[in-house]
């Protein structure tokens, strides 16, 4: 299983994470050995350089976005990161004096740790944003689903196919697009089956929506015209025996493809939010 | 992005600070 879940945090926290894992087992080795730790002022320094560009670039991005959890969470996250560098810069003074300050190095490993942990918290809180951005998109389908229902009409019909193709259909092609690029991202083998299956289900039924509309509204649009040309008792006959069968499973298939597409779309925000393999497994097994 | 760029920046200074903290203690060993 791996550790990271998308392939952008594990690319730039496995190095690094292994290389902790070296100095810590190294540490343990020699701890009583005594050795000397060499000037390590320079690599330091070009920590915290980097460290405090990204309070920078993380402070530009939390005044930019609309992600209210995101500008909420990210200075915290960036402050765990700042108090990792300054550890670092005080574990290299103290070696620097001592190079076989035992606590020197033990403030080194922890300074790395948290640098390691700091970024990482970094990493989700930026990813969980990314995540909520595409499941607005997804929300965004949902919502013109929910109007669907209220189509009566043809004129509703029409109107809804015109505002269809000009709003639901980009929508839906961002979203495919979006959660196409999530998925190519994700190391979840399980994860990334589930969303590849519910966006092909959405695919799927999105032209089936349209014409199961289409057969729904048609049906009942006959059985109006029934009832205004001819006697009412003989129009409800007609409806009943010969109409309503027709008009009853065109509301039974439209509401379900309607609610397929949400439950796929329900599915498909409640994999992008996933970090473990753990919540797949255990949702499965509910 | 350039939170991913500036958090990767961090990670390789924080890895050649190690780099060179481990060499250094290696070679002892």
Known sequence: M?????????????????????????????????????????????????VDNLVNVGHET?????DDLL?????????????????????????????CSIKGRQMLIEGARYILQGISALLLTF????????GIVCQHVLNHLAHVEKIETIEQLVDFVKVSVKNLTPIL?????????RTTELTHVIHRQLLTRSLEQVKTLTP????????????????????????????????IIVGGHCIVESIENRDYVINKMSDELGEII????????????????D | EQILEAAKSITNAAGALISAATSAQKEIA
Do not use: W
Not at chain 1, 62 to 66: A, E, H, I, V
Not at chain 1, 210 to 239: C, E, P, Q, R
């Open chain 1, 270 to 285: 409640r994999i992008l939010q996933l970090t473990t393999i753990d919540d797949v497994l255990l949702n499965e097994f």
């Open chain 1, 208 to 239: 089936l929506l349209i014409s199961s509309i289409n057969v729904y509204v048609t049906s009942k649009h006959t059985g109006d015209n029934i009832f205004d040309s001819i006697h009412f008792y003989l129009a409800l006959y007609i409806i």
């Open chain 1, 2 to 50: 791996p550790v990271f879940h998308t392939k952008t945090i594990e690319s730039i926290l496995e190095p690094v994470a292994q290389q902790v894992s070296r100095l810590v087992i190294l540490h343990e080795e020699s701890a009583d050995d005594g050795d000397l730790m060499p000037d390590l002022s320079k690599p330091v320094q070009i920590v915290k350089s980097a």
């Open chain 1, 173 to 181: 092609t961002r979203m495919s697009k979006e959660v196409d690029l």
């Open chain 1, 127 to 134: 990813d969980e944003s990314e995540v909520r951005k595409i």
């Open chain 1, 71 to 99: 500008r909420n969470e990210m200075p915290q996250v960036l402050v765990r990161v700042n108090q990792a560098s300054a550890l670092l810069i005080d574990a290299a003074q103290m070696l620097k004096y001592e190079p």
């Open chain 1, 62 to 66: 939390c005044s930019t976005s609309t």
